[in-house]
Every structure is written in structure tokens, then in C-alpha cells.
């Protein structure tokens, strides 16, 4: 019996939504930092077509982090197993941007799901492509099926003016051999990336996709086997949350992926894909309001994937 | 339709048996290290009470840091969610024996199943119990439904007198204030814990409890619920393999344990719950032929948990 | 032009002596935490064998880790370059106790001056006397030329009972292989060690010793030659204050050693040695008040080392 | 009695000039690269106007981090203690371009003499000039009394072409708050700064000055204190080889600095500064022979610091 989720994702907003909410808007982002916290939005979507939306649920907002998932994706189904050879697939066991991990271990980030990782992803992107940026933006179109998902360009301007420690980064890697390209090439590659803006339908719509974990999935050139699919599944898994991922598997139990923006999406693979959007961020730099939807929907529904 | 799973273990076996294995026995520990090399076996359980054995599946081995989840469910059935005010869920991102974490994060071990974590949940074990050695034999052998499963007190010996390492940690768990009894009567229950016995059958049975995780299960008046069932998978997932957690998920993409005796324990919940035993370990102290054997099995089954 | 010391130690022992303290005493050692904490003595003592005295010089205290110096100058007498093998000469960066850098560097302590390489030191006192703490009381007593200095069991005892984190170092250490004897052994010599009482005059008269750096210098068998002398002075410097050495080298400029009883001795070698004794720790564990103490000597002697 | 500096250093370099040299030339700027290995050249000048050479010793070769000392004597003498605000006195403990102490220490450097702490004192002396290059040259010209001093643009635009990990180093402090100007001024100056090329009987003139720790010194209007000279000393000794800062100490006795050109220059103060040229690096990064040079020089005079 499928459950009703539309009846449960408006119990969880009208139970949140006035809650109060201990998180605070990421503020190292000038342009970020002024969005309303009291936004809030909730979207789940079914593999079998059913779309449940609640709150801000079509407003649009940035994805950051989230689209880690999306570059390596695109770039999995480029180059397969070879990906591996430059990134681990580790947990981190650190915070999100630590560079002390980077160091002990030559260079070699532990994960493409932390910044060092992503910048490694963003670096292969930008050996592949002529135009990335364009490459990119096309890819998760047609994931989503919707054209009218764009950049932020004044939010990537804004985090490339003050992103020092993702340059500091990305010098270490280039110093250990472990990047390609010129650090400001790759880096203005990354900030665009992560300055893509969705909403809560686009995302979930979008994040769907990995959800097919039995046919391959893609768009255009760019295909994932199942096999890979459930490869990335695994991964936002053990690494979708910094050092917070082992506390959303133990409280949520499903495979997913945060974002500074207040964005987390997540999903039941063959069943569904459930976005939350909420800007005020824990101290891990997860949407507070976003982990707490998240687990009340597995607790409501008695079932994650384990 | 339900896999051939006797068909798949053989064909697993049979490829792996005779191949090379660069693996190395665990030799710090006196009384394993003279074991067999050669040993191989495999048992796949499933809820519908179908057993599937090939190889030496019903000699008995070490379950070392297998028993770490054991002793976990116990305590969890006792403590419900206290336990996690002493011990984290979290991915350790280093070694299984390392104590630099538990320095830098104040004696609160990363999760219970690395030594620091198994170790505070030994002590609230010897708190809850008069006698922690019979009340832990006799909840494992209900789980099991087997009255033959057997301490190796030569092992337990054998390890104490030289698991200097394991001593560290306690003292220092001690010395932040984390361990409420004695160093030496805490060690005492770990190692006889680790030298439990079992065959690959009796693995595969015992941990197939934790496949239900719909309904509640235990043993006398040590249940869980089917929510606690769900998030000791989750742990399983993420810190089941010490540093090689992440790997493990991404490469077989189900919830497990390892244990230096050579033992790997893994389960698909609500499906099966498979054990392989091959001595030799890899460089992360897992089983070398146990870990191939499991890719080989999600990837011939087409499906994960993911 | 020889310097008045008397004068000088008197101006600073009137300026000190009702100065606000902002150190707390040590509680770790149950049997210290209740001492007077308003204590204050200072004694400067010449190789030409003047004798400058003021306030509680001639009340004993516990040296605690002042005694590694000493110990490791009896061990240096013995082995000589030896020594080197098994512990190294550099600043630890990290706290007196700290595990992390024992773990990377595979149980070779930084130097002998931290609690773990003066462990280590302690064993090889262990192996090389059938009553290491008769010896090392006769030692002591030999360089001071006074029979009347003891340990303090009591203090001892009470450090014993509480020393969980040198247990833990200690058995890092066995694990690793750098110790040779039982823990407990060798620990309870190093508890006893720490124990040694001696007041302000005492322990001045006693580093005396190590200003005779141009001729060999000891007791009965143990003699270090001028350039072990050195050596030891070196050591004290680059390493006599834990990881505030740096500290102590920039604003005093002279080889010392602190203990947590609250003394800090320190010599111009060819010239005087000093101690001082006030029980109020910084957050560094070093006497707040004989920091400043020190500062202020050889600021007004307008020279220090350098 | 004054000892005979001149066939000191004569037997040094006959005793090493043909001796096997374990080092290895630093090749990670190319332009050092190709330097001629066998080149070894030794200078001892007296605070009573005596100088010695021999070998090389009227050969200009690259000053590296030699020039840390100059920079902060330059700024020290214009900020006084507000200098430490931004940049510790205590020994690293670590690699001489490690960043994880930069991590874990919120950008706050452990001393001047590691990049960190150099790249902070040189955004300091940006702070401070319009035209910090003029500055600087002119200030070390003033010292060695020489205007035949130059900066070597080769060598600079070399390092700067590949100073990957000076720039994760710059950016890390720049994300932390502990870097005022724009990452690219103050690594250029750096770059520049480290190029200045001295002979050995330059490089021992300029330091002498530092050796004059009873009277004030400096050059125009950047004057340092009896003080503060004798503090620069006290960091030079504890942190002026890098890790092996403890040995340098132990083994020879007196303050100095080291270069990656293969440049050590030591003193000891109120007697002689002496300097050593022979390019092949040990592990830790230090002249292979200039190590060994000095140890013999306390050796064969019998007498250090200490």
C-alpha cells in the first residue's frame, strides 16, 4: 500500500513550521546572507509520477553543495572507475572544508562530496569540456526535464570574492600534483556550479533520477548504469552530510545531500525523492528545520531503507 | 522472483577459492595467528528460512569486532537512546584502533564499533550486569537459537595479555572521565566478548535478526524496536568497516561487520543475511576474499540496498 | 661586575609576593590540590657559592616534573648517546600530555622532558638498577649534598591512584614496543620519582650542578661530561615548559624546568642557577607567578643566555 | 684566551670538503635546482672585527627563509610587541610548511620562521611600506654595511611560479582573518624577499649585528633593543631549523637559521657569527654539511651558549 505522502509532508510543515529553529543563516557568503529564514518548503515526488509540494515550495534558491551530486555525476558517466583514482569515497571525519585531512593524505581528498573533493570533480569537468559552464547547466536541464534552471551569477561573483579557504584548498592539491588545471580556471568553474539556483520541485524532480537504480539514467551522452547509480546512492549515504552524514543515516536512513542554502534532498531508492528548503543552518551546516523534516518523515512512514 | 541464491554463493566460492590472495592473517594477536589460511566459507540466510552453505561454513572461527554489534543491540535494548550520550554514530575517518580522535574529541569514541566505542559500551555493559559474560552469552545464543556457542577463553587470554593497545584507549577514556568501572574488569568482558566462536551458519542466523526491521526482535527481555533495528543497519553501513566504511557501502552497498578472525557478516533487511569467513585481512584489517565475495554477490544480484 | 642577586631577588619577591595571581593549583593530584596557594619562595645560588634566599625558600614542595631532569641526567650518565635511540630531542608543539604525537610517531616520545619520554626514561632506570629508587634518591641527595631529601609517599600513592592518562601512555608506548618492563612497574617508579620533596635552596643547589659546563660533573658513577652538560641545558630550553618552551626561551632566556607543584628552576650555566616556588598554574601548567618572577630577573639583569 | 677561529674552520672544511654527503639539492624550485652541489664554503667573524673564510665563502648563492630572521628584525623594530599578536614564539613541531597547525590554531602562526608565520611578517611590512622591497634591501644592506645586495627576480618569478603550496598557506590566514592585504602583494614581496642573494662573508657580517645583544642595533630608523636582540636569539634557537630546531640545539648550542639554498648562519652572541654554504639538504631540510660544520665548531671549541 503506498503510503499518503501528501497527507504526511503537510504534517510535517504545519508541525515545523512555527517551530522554533536554533539554526542560523550561513552568512560567509555576502549574497547569502540576507536571505528570510523563515522560509520553508517541502517536496516529494514519486517514481510512479506523484508530485506532493507544501510551503515555499517553487521558489527558487541555491543549491551549493547539493550540486556535488550533479557534477559527479556527470562526470562518473564520463569517465567511470578512473574518477576513483583521483578521489576517495570515504566519510571525511571532518568538517566540510578541513585541509588538514588533505595534507596527511597527499593531496587526495577523501570524498567528491567534500570541498576538496568537489574542486578535484570541478577540475576534471574543466579538462573535459570546452565550455563547462555550459556542458553543466545542459546536463542538469535535462535531468530535470525543465529549462529554466539558471546560475546565480551575482551569488558566484559574491562567494568567489571571499571563497580564500576553497583557494587555499585548491593550492594544496595543485601543490601535492593532484590538480590539472590553473586554480583560478577551476575554481570559477566551481563557484558557478555551486550558485545554481532551484526549487523544491525542480530539486526533487531532479534527484529523482538516482532513484532508478535498477535502468541506467542520464541525459544525453552522459548515462549512469544502475550499477553506478546505486554507487552514488551509496555515497550521499556515508558522506552526503560532512560529519554530520553518520548521524542522517542513524536518524533518517536514506542516502542524501545538503547545501549551505538550506537545501537537503534525499530519497528511497525505486520509491521516491523528498526535497526540504529551510536557510537556517546547525552547527554541522545542515538546514536545521531540513533534518528534522527528514526524520520525521521516516518515522511516520516506519520504513528507510534498511 | 526470488534469486537462486545456493547457485550465486556457489559460483561466488567457486571463482574465489583458488585465487590468489594477497591478504595477511592477523598475527597480533598470539592464539589466531597460527589459523589457516586457506579457510573458506559462506552462508546466505534469508527471512523465508532458506540456508544456502558452501565451504568450510560450519567450523567455528573468531568473531572478534563482529561481537561489537552484538553487545551494542544489548545495550541498546537496556539504554534505549542514552547510549549515544556516551558514544557518537559517526564515520571515524581513522584507523579502528587510533586514539588521536579520542584525545581531540575528549573521550567520546566516534561510534561503537570501533575499540574506543566497543569499549564504552563493554563498561555500561558491566554496570547493567552482575555477570556480563553469562548475560551476553545467553543473549547471543537466543538470538541464535543455539545453546552451542562457546567463549574461546584460550583467545581471551591470549588477547588480553597482549592487547596493550586496548589498554591505551580504556585509560584514556578513563582518564576524560568516560568509563565508569575499573580499566581492568572492563577489558576483561571485551576480550572474552571478542573470543566468541560461531560458524558461518550460526553468523548468518544470528544477524539475520537484525533483517527485521518491521517488526520488533531480541531475546528475552532484550528487544528492539523496529525503529532501533533500522539504525543499528544504519551504523552497520556507515562505520561497520573501520576506514574502509565508505567502500564497503559504495562497492557492496549493504550494512555489515568485520572482524579480524576473518569473519564478514552482511545483511539485505527484510531479504537475507550472508556470512563469509576467509582468514587473510587487507591492509584496512577486513577480510580479503570476504570483501570480494560480497561485491560479487550485489553485483550478480543486480540490487543493493541502494 | 658580579650582580647584587640579593637585592635584585628581593625587589622581585616584594613586587610579586601581593600581585594578583591569575593561576589556579593543580587538582589532578588529589594530595596536591589542598596547598597553600599564597606560598612563595625564591632562592638564586652562584657557582662562586653565594646563597640568595627569600620568602618560603626553605619550605619543601613536590618537584613533579621538575625530577625529569634529573632522572634523565642519571640515565644520560649510564647510556649516554644511547638514550637517543628509544626518545628524541625535539619541542613536542603539544601539551605535556598529549597521546596524538606518540600514536603518529610510533611510540618514540618527542623528547624526555613529556610525560611519555620520561616514561620512557623511567624504563630504562627500570632495566638498569634492581632498586631504581634507591638510586635515584641517592643520586639526588648526592647532587644536592643533603642526605635529608625523600619522597613523599603519600603523594605518590595519591598520583598513582588517579594517573589514568600515563597509563595510557605508557601502554601506547608497550604497544608500539618502545617499553621494555611492565607498566605498572614502571610507572610506580615514575610516580615515586615525581614524589621527591626539596625546598627552593634545595633545588637550586641541586641544577646547580648543570651550570658546570666546563667540567665534567655528578655523583659516585654517574658523571656527564661537560658536553652532556650542555646538552642537558639545551634540552631544558628547547623543551623545559611543555608548549610554552618557546615562550620561556623569549621572555626569561634561560634553560629551566617546571613542575605542576608549582617550581620553576632555571640557571645561567658558568654563572647561577635559580629556583622559585608558588603553586598557582597558568593554563600552560606552569607557576604563573615564577614565570613573571624569571621574566623579571633577567630583565633587570639586562642579560640572559643570549 | 681567544680561541684559533681560522684553523677551526680550516680543519672543518678540509675534515668535510671531500666527505660523502647524504643531502639532496632542493628541486622544487626550479631554478635552485641546478646548483652546483660540491660548492662549500665556511666564514667566522668576531664582534672584535676578525673574519675567516674559507672554501666558496666569497660565492653568492640564495638566502631562502635565512631572510625570516631579517624580515621580522625589520618589522619588530617598527611594531615591537604587537608583532606577536599575529604570530606565536613557540616551535612548531611540525614540517617547516605544514598547514595543519594553521587549521587547528585559527590561522594564528606558531613562529616567524615557518612560511605561515613569515608570509604574516610580510604582510605586515606591505602594511607598513609602499615600496616594501626598497625597504627591505636598503634595511639588510644597512646591516651587512654593503650595497652590492640584490634580490634575485629569477629566482623569485621561479619560486612564485610554482609556490602552490605558499598559496594554500596565504589563503588559509586570509580565511581566518590573519591577512590584510591581497594574497597575491604580499607572496609577491615574499617571493622576492627570499631571493636576496648573499656570500658567506656577507651573510656572517649581517648577522653579527644580531650577536650585539648589550647594545641597541639596526640601521636607520629601524633600530632593535638590547632586549628584543637578545629575543631574537632566544627564536632562532628554538625555531630556526624547522622540526629539527631541538637537534640543532642539542647538538650544537647556539641560535640560528637555515635556508633551503643550503645557507645556515649561527652565533653566538658577544663572540662570533658564523655561516656555512653547501647546497645537498637533509630530511628535514637543512644544509646536510653546514649540520655537521657546526657541530664540530662547539665540539672542537669546547663551549656553546650553554
Given at each position: 500500500?503506498?503510503?499518503?505522502?501528501?497527507?504526511?509532508?503537510?504534517?510535517?510543515?504545519?508541525?515545523?513550521?512555527?517551530?522554533?529553529?536554533?539554526?542560523?543563516?550561513?552568512?560567509?557568503?555576502?549574497?547569502?546572507?540576507?536571505?528570510?529564514?523563515?522560509?520553508?518548503?517541502?517536496?516529494?515526488?514519486?517514481?510512479?509520477?506523484?508530485?506532493?509540494?507544501?510551503?515555499?515550495?517553487?521558489?527558487?534558491?541555491?543549491?551549493?553543495?547539493?550540486?556535488?551530486?550533479?557534477?559527479?555525476?556527470?562526470?562518473?558517466?564520463?569517465?567511470?572507475?578512473?574518477?576513483?583514482?583521483?578521489?576517495?569515497?570515504?566519510?571525511?571525519?571532518?568538517?566540510?572544508?578541513?585541509?588538514?585531512?588533505?595534507?596527511?593524505?597527499?593531496?587526495?581528498?577523501?570524498?567528491?562530496?567534500?570541498?576538496?573533493?568537489?574542486?578535484?570533480?570541478a577540475d576534471?569537468l574543466v579538462s573535459?569540456?570546452?565550455?563547462p559552464?555550459?556542458?553543466?547547466?545542459?546536463?542538469?536541464?535535462?535531468?530535470?526535464?525543465?529549462?529554466?534552471?539558471?546560475?546565480?551569477?551575482?551569488?558566484?561573483?559574491?562567494?568567489?570574492?571571499?571563497?580564500?579557504?576553497?583557494?587555499?584548498?585548491a593550492?594544496?592539491?595543485?601543490?601535492?600534483?593532484?590538480l590539472v588545471n590553473d586554480v583560478d580556471e577551476v575554481l570559477d568553474f566551481y563557484?558557478?556550479?555551486?550558485?545554481?539556483?532551484?526549487?523544491?520541485?525542480?530539486?526533487?524532480?531532479?534527484?529523482?533520477?538516482?532513484?532508478?537504480?535498477?535502468?541506467?539514467?542520464?541525459?544525453?551522452?552522459?548515462?549512469?548504469?544502475?550499477?553506478?547509480?546505486?554507487?552514488?546512492?551509496?555515497?550521499?549515504?556515508?558522506?552526503?552530510?560532512?560529519?554530520?552524514?553518520?548521524?542522517?543515516?542513524?536518524?533518517?536512513?536514506?542516502?542524501?545531500?545538503?547545501?549551505?542554502?538550506?537545501?537537503?534532498?534525499?530519497?528511497?531508492?525505486?520509491?521516491?525523492?523528498?526535497?526540504?528548503?529551510?536557510?537556517?543552518?546547525?552547527?554541522?551546516?545542515?538546514?536545521?528545520?531540513?533534518?528534522?523534516?527528514?526524520?520525521?518523515?521516516?518515522?511516520?512512514?516506519?520504513?528507510?531503507?534498511?
Amino acid at each position: 500500500m503506498t503510503p499518503d505522502y501528501d497527507q504526511i509532508i503537510n504534517e510535517i510543515y504545519n508541525e515545523l513550521k512555527d517551530a522554533s529553529d536554533e539554526g542560523t543563516v550561513a552568512d560567509y557568503i555576502p549574497d547569502l546572507a540576507h536571505i528570510d529564514r523563515t522560509k520553508f518548503g517541502i517536496c516529494l515526488t514519486t517514481l510512479d509520477g506523484e508530485q506532493n509540494k507544501v510551503g515555499d515550495a517553487d521558489e527558487k534558491f541555491s543549491l551549493q553543495s547539493v550540486t556535488k551530486v550533479l557534477s559527479l555525476s556527470l562526470v562518473f558517466s564520463q569517465l567511470g572507475n578512473k574518477v576513483w583514482d583521483r578521489v576517495d569515497v570515504e566519510p571525511s571525519g571532518n568538517g566540510f572544508n578541513s585541509i588538514i585531512q588533505l595534507e596527511y593524505e597527499n593531496g587526495f581528498p577523501r570524498n567528491p562530496f567534500i570541498n576538496a573533493g568537489a574542486i578535484v570533480i570541478a577540475d576534471m569537468l574543466v579538462s573535459l569540456h570546452k565550455d563547462p559552464k555550459a556542458v553543466f547547466l545542459n546536463y542538469i536541464r535535462g535531468l530535470c526535464g525543465n529549462t529554466d534552471i539558471q546560475y546565480n551569477e551575482k551569488v558566484a561573483l559574491s562567494e568567489k570574492s571571499v571563497g580564500y579557504g576553497n583557494y587555499s584548498l585548491a593550492y594544496m592539491i595543485k601543490s601535492k600534483g593532484n590538480l590539472v588545471n590553473d586554480v583560478d580556471e577551476v575554481l570559477d568553474f566551481y563557484f558557478w556550479q555551486c550558485s545554481v539556483e532551484m526549487t523544491c520541485a525542480e530539486l526533487a524532480q531532479t534527484f529523482l533520477n538516482f532513484g532508478e537504480t535498477n535502468v541506467p539514467f542520464g541525459h544525453g551522452n552522459y548515462m549512469l548504469t544502475a550499477s553506478q547509480s546505486r554507487r552514488m546512492n551509496a555515497l550521499m549515504l556515508t558522506c552526503g552530510f560532512y560529519d554530520e552524514s553518520g548521524e542522517f543515516a542513524f536518524e533518517v536512513g536514506l542516502p542524501g545531500k545538503s547545501g549551505v542554502g538550506g537545501a537537503i534532498v534525499a530519497l528511497n531508492p525505486l520509491r521516491y525523492c523528498v526535497s526540504v528548503w529551510s536557510p537556517p543552518l546547525n552547527v554541522k551546516g545542515n538546514s536545521y528545520k531540513g533534518m528534522k523534516a527528514l526524520e520525521m518523515l521516516t518515522t511516520k512512514l516506519g520504513r528507510s531503507i534498511f
